[in-house]
T-cell receptor, first 107, second 113 residues
């Protein structure tokens, strides 16, 4: 079945620095979703991308879907301590999740 | 309030003692699924259900059973738990698969000794 690979596994940044996590698939994805899981919490839906080359923004978060619909990225500008958590991408068809990128932010 | 509930939230049990983790959603969602989360492995799907009486295996179904007799409930059954099933379990639901966000329950932390 479809697998989505996510990198990096961990990222530690200083508050105010930018952060990016990448999601890659060997096959074309009809859509991709992103979720955030705070420490001790459950995954919460952030956004869904559907169109080739799509870019969506949510305040300091920018989501991109590649032109070939095989990769996606989440970029956070000027990280804050509230951004701490694990970010997951999820492909369609049985909703396979990437392994996640755990973000820690040093104040 | 739209939500997915799971019970129990925490459970410590012994090898071989059958247990059931309940999951219920109040959003009339068709699609429900179970995941386990282990460090470094992300979320792995155990079973999913497209609708009542329609269940299918995910990536790691061994040692688990599910049933979907009612639309709102999707219990996870461990007939004979083993220590390698110690994990954090999440139930999730969505209106339909693939195109809609999944709503996750709060999680059940299971320890099998």
């Amino acid at each position: 079945g479809q697998q989505v690979m996510q990198i990096p596994q961990y990222q530690h940044v200083q508050e105010g620095e930018d952060f990016t996590t990448y999601c890659n698939s060997s096959t074309t994805l009809s859509n991709i979703q992103w979720y955030k899981q705070r420490p001790g919490g459950h995954p919460v839906f952030l956004i869904q991308l559907v169109k080739s080359g799509e870019v969506k923004k949510q305040k300091r978060l920018t989501f991109q879907f590649g032109e070939a619909k095989k990769n996606s990225s989440l970029h956070i500008t000027a990280t804050q301590t509230t951004d701490v958590g694990t970010y997951f991408c999820a492909g369609p068809y049985d909703m396979r999740f990437g392994a996640g990128t755990r973000l820690t932010v040093k104040p | 309030e739209a939500q997915v509930t799971q019970n129990p939230r925490y459970l410590i049990t012994v090898t071989g003692k059958k247990l059931t983790v309940t999951c219920s959603q109040n959003m009339n969602h068709e699609y429900m699924s179970w995941y386990r989360q282990d460090p470094g492995l992300g979320l792995r799907q155990i079973y999913y259900s497209m609708n009542v009486e329609a269940t299918d295996k995910g990536d790691v179904p061994e040692g688990y059973k599910v049933s979907r007799k009612e639309k709102r409930n999707f219990p996870l059954i461990l007939e004979s738990p083993s220590p390698n099933q110690t994990s954090l379990y999440f139930c999730a639901s969505s209106l339909i698969p693939d195109s809609y966000e999944q709503y996750f329950g709060p999680g059940t932390r299971l320890t099998v000794t």
